[in-house]
């Protein structure tokens, strides 16, 4: 429990998102005295829901895959996490069935407001898991990091359609249903009524452009880069080009 979820996480993602989890799930250990109660919605195989477990967590993962849900429990078993973890083969959008109204302390919605129907309903549904005082962490594909990323790797009809499509898609056939700029997903916390907006932040938004091991470039340790993504992701100017956006909201 000493350790942060962003150690026990491994190398996989930025640090500014485990930074704010860290403080909030402290933040719930203070005022409560008890293992914070995480809610996981689309947790898939468990990127977030395992460190979290392994940091004292009692983490809910809900799912409506049956074999991210398999992976789950084998990587909740190989980190000798399975009796923090419950896995509900469920949809976010008969949630309440699954988990009860005002129940976490921290609910997730982590790679899921692109994939899914009515990402206002969707994210209504997981404000109403939230504790009130408790936070929702929405962490999702930014639009502008992805017109960069096309124009770099030369696919110029593809950025275009990224700035011009109504939902930031590239065509019919993007796997993804919407990319977010940071207004939108404001407005779309905002829209529920019940969540104010305390982190809006980037996520990994220098891994594309920090060298790496073998590269040209002044060579950085682990920290020292995750440091700088931190800053830059802070910065709302270089967020909004991030990869992935990082929404942290309070539920009133
Ligand atoms: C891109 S993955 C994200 C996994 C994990 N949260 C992460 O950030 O690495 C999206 C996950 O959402 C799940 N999912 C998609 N639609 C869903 C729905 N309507 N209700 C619950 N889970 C859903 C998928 O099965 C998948 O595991």
């Known amino acids: 429990m000493g350790?942060?979820?962003?150690?026990?996480?491994?190398?996989?993602?930025?640090?500014?998102?485990?930074?704010?989890?860290?403080?909030?799930?402290?933040?719930?250990?203070?005022?409560?005295?008890?293992?914070?109660?995480?809610?996981?919605?689309?947790?898939?195989?468990?990127t977030w829901a395992v460190p979290l477990a392994v940091?004292?967590?009692?983490?809910?993962?809900?799912?409506?895959?049956?074999?991210?849900l398999?992976?789950?429990?084998?990587?909740?078993?190989?980190?000798?996490?399975t009796d923090r973890i419950t896995p509900v083969n469920g949809d976010v959008d008969t949630l309440a069935e699954v988990a009860p109204a005002d129940g976490a302390d921290l609910v997730l919605g982590?790679?899921?407001?692109?994939?899914?129907?009515?990402?206002?309903?969707?994210?209504?549904?997981?404000?109403?898991?939230?504790?009130?005082?408790?936070?929702?962490?929405?962490?999702?594909?930014?639009?502008?990091?992805?017109?960069i990323g096309r124009v770099a790797s030369g696919r110029l009809a593809e950025a275009r359609a990224l700035l011009t499509d109504p939902d930031g898609r590239t065509g019919p056939d993007d796997r993804l249903l919407r990319r977010f700029d940071a207004h939108r997903l404001q407005?779309?916390?905002?829209?529920?009524?019940?969540?104010?907006?305390?982190?809006?932040?980037?996520?990994?938004?220098?891994?594309?452009?920090?060298?790496?091991?073998?590269?040209?470039?002044?060579?950085?340790?682990?920290d020292e880069r995750d440091e700088l993504d931190a800053l830059a992701s802070s910065v709302p100017a270089l967020a909004e080009v991030a990869p992935r956006l990082h929404l942290l909201a309070r539920r009133y």
């Open 55 to 68: 940091a004292g967590c009692a983490v809910t993962v809900v799912d409506t895959s049956p074999n991210a």
């Open 187 to 222: 407005e779309l916390a905002t829209g529920t009524g019940r969540l104010r907006t305390e982190v809006l932040q980037g996520d990994g938004t220098l891994e594309a452009w920090l060298p790496g091991p073998g590269q040209e470039g002044e060579p950085a340790g682990r």
């Open 110 to 147: 982590h790679g899921l407001l692109e994939v899914v129907d009515g990402p206002g309903r969707v994210l209504a549904a997981l404000a109403a898991a939230a504790a009130p005082g408790g936070a929702v962490s929405v962490l999702t594909v930014g639009r502008y990091g992805a017109v």
């Open 70 to 81: 398999a992976t789950l429990a084998r990587r909740a078993g190989e980190a000798g996490v």
């Open 3 to 46: 350790s942060s979820t962003r150690e026990q996480a491994g190398a996989a993602r930025g640090a500014a998102v485990f930074r704010v989890l860290d403080r909030e799930i402290d933040r719930v250990r203070r005022d409560t005295g008890a293992a914070p109660r995480v809610l996981d919605v689309g947790g898939g195989s468990g």
